[in-house]
């Protein structure tokens, strides 16, 4: 192994043993790929190991840094942020919770698959997860256990359903994909409307069939018969929530607008409805603000520091290492994507979506191009593969967010016990959407040809 492939190894290496030593991750990346850019400097110019990386190649990272920030379909980031926000402060969940549970609440599971149905809607309203969780939560959460549901089921089915957000467009994972991968956010956004809907199925059918076969986990609750009323209620509560999906991903796949002004319309939409619904004041506002502004700060801080770490890494040739390695596995180009998704099914135990996205993704999408596989099919398995890594502990936000706004008497354990069917769910996901690619393709095919 050369010398530099031996720097950019123990880069790598670094950068996953220090994750745990509580360090804000943009410093970390950033200041990483400043000591071993010092280090590649001195060990060629002093030792005479031949490196490949000068003080002229990283001065590029400026230039890439601005090339980052000037990058339009960056400023939909923002604008999602602040639309999903103002949703969870407009009262339309609350109101959707009421309707729904008079719908399915008889059922047995019925409440659970209330949550579920919700959590779908904002999942194509925010886009948030701390926002999703802690909201279902809020709403769901008393209710079930107050009907004699079992802890884990309710809780494993709060924080499945309330990570649905990540993936069901519009998702400002997404859009950061999409920008690292020089693809087309319509594309993606489209790819990921049959997957997003089809784990919401089978998180649906193990409700239903967790309710058949084990009662006494999901009982059905007394509630008012559902009529006429209760279907105009019902009505109601769901026309804001779908003028606003309409709003954003229709103006995007019919064409009459782009993605970030798409994402100006939704946060004007998600602003005027939380007026209608009389829930929003200038501290409301003033609050959304701040903390937009905290969310894009965090994601963008950690997206410069990840710039700069890629550029340093591939100055070293880790992306050619990378690529050598997975290419010469013993396996078939199929195999080798499995060992892929494997790999960042294990790393997303212990880093976030954003370093994986950052970092991970651009370093292995060559050589799955290199395979021919479709890249909107391969980056959408690859967002439904780290949306386990909300659940699986010990970094799992959404068992957190969770933990923090449950009711007295919710344990931790308790929440890692619920998620562990619904985790299964996703890997099975994932399977189906692996053997069956049109899942993915089909739709953006359709749209653009």
Wanted: glycine share 10%; with cysteine.
């Amino acid at each position: 192994m050369a010398a530099n492939e031996v720097l950019a190894v123990l880069m790598f290496l670094s950068f996953i043993g220090l994750v745990f030593s509580g360090f804000p991750v943009a410093w970390l990346l950033g200041g990483l790929a400043i000591i071993f850019s010092a280090l590649a400097v001195i060990l060629e110019a002093d030792f005479a190991l031949n490196i490949g990386l000068d003080w002229n190649y990283t001065s590029l990272t400026v230039e890439r840094i601005w090339n980052v920030m000037e990058n339009w379909v960056m400023v939909a980031l923002p604008m999602f942020i602040m639309m999903g926000l103002l949703l969870d402060r407009s009262g339309i969940a609350n109101q959707l919770m009421t309707s729904f549970s008079r719908l399915f609440g008889s059922l047995r599971g019925g409440l659970a698959i209330t949550v579920t149905l919700i959590g779908l809607l904002l999942a194509a309203t925010t886009g948030i997860i701390g926002a999703s969780v802690v909201l279902l939560a809020l709403l769901g959460l008393p209710v079930m256990l107050q009907q004699g549901y079992d802890k884990s089921l309710a809780t494993g089915t709060v924080c499945a359903v309330g990570t649905l957000g990540i993936l069901i467009p519009p998702s400002i994972m997404l859009v950061l994909m999409a920008d690292r991968m020089a693809m087309s956010v319509g594309d993606l956004f489209l790819g990921a409307v049959f997957p997003g809907m089809l784990l919401g199925g089978l998180y649906i059918t193990y409700i239903v069939a967790t309710g058949w076969l084990f009662p006494q986990r999901a009982p059905a609750a007394p509630t008012t018969p559902f009529d006429w009323s209760a279907l105009l209620e019902l009505v109601l509560a769901i026309v804001p929530p779908a003028f606003l999906i309409f709003a954003v991903l229709g103006s995007i796949f019919m064409g009459l607008a782009t993605p970030t002004e798409a994402a100006g319309v939704g946060a004007a939409g998600a602003l005027l409805l939380a007026v209608i619904k009389g829930q929003i004041s200038r501290p409301v506002l003033a609050e959304v603000v701040q903390e937009t502004t905290r969310t894009t700060g965090y994601i963008f801080a950690v997206l410069l520091g990840a710039t700069a770490f890629s550029l340093v890494l591939r100055g070293l040739g880790g992306d050619e290492l990378i690529e050598r390695v997975l290419l010469g596995l013993p396996f078939e180009p199929t195999g080798i994507i499995i060992a892929i998704l494997f790999a960042t099914f294990l790393l997303g135990f212990f880093l976030d979506w954003i370093e994986l996205t950052l970092i991970v993704l651009p370093l292995v999408s060559p050589v799955v191009a290199g395979l021919g596989f479709d890249p909107v099919w391969f980056t959408i398995l690859f967002a439904v593969c780290l949306q386990t890594s909300f659940l699986t502990p010990p970094v799992g936000f959404a068992i957190f967010y969770l933990k923090g706004v449950a009711p007295e008497g919710i344990q931790v354990t308790t929440i890692y016990r619920g998620v562990i069917p619904f985790i299964f769910l996703q890997l099975l996901g994932m399977l189906i959407i692996f053997n069956w690619q049109p899942l993915v393709t089909w739709l953006p095919a359709q749209a653009y040809g």
